[in-house]
């Protein structure tokens, strides 16, 4: 089956920096584009940023933009999540997620990591 793994999650200061990683494991599959939520206790997940696979265009939730920088490498089905100057409302499961066409939802979900950023 389609796998999608997450990791580099973990507790930071606020302030600090984290870089998350998502990489495919399993069946291969072709992708349009991939992107990385996030849901904190209590709330309903939220779209963080996202990445076409080809052109490399992004998008990014307004309350981490410029903080945060979404990469990948095509050549190794991986994307990436720079995430800086970390604040404690980021504190989250952070999900990564890949889209197999341009319209619609996404098909494939990873398990999740958790990323604390504590005061």
């Known amino acids: 089956q389609v796998r999608l793994v997450e990791s580099g999650g973990g507790l930071v200061q606020a302030g600090g920096s984290l870089r998350l990683s998502c990489a495919d494991s399993g069946r291969p599959f072709s992708r349009y584009s991939m992107g990385w939520f996030r849901q904190a206790p209590g709330k309903e997940r939220e779209f963080v940023a996202a990445?076409?696979?080809?052109?490399?265009?992004?998008a990014y939730a307004d309350s981490v933009k410029d903080r945060f920088t979404i990469s990948r490498d095509n050549a190794e089905n991986t994307m990436y999540l720079q995430m800086n100057s970390l604040k404690p409302e980021d504190t989250a499961v952070y999900y990564c997620a890949a889209k197999l066409s341009r319209v619609g939802q996404y098909d494939y979900w990873g398990q999740g990591t958790q990323v604390t950023v504590s005061s």
């Open positions: 990445i076409t696979w080809t052109g490399g265009s992004t």
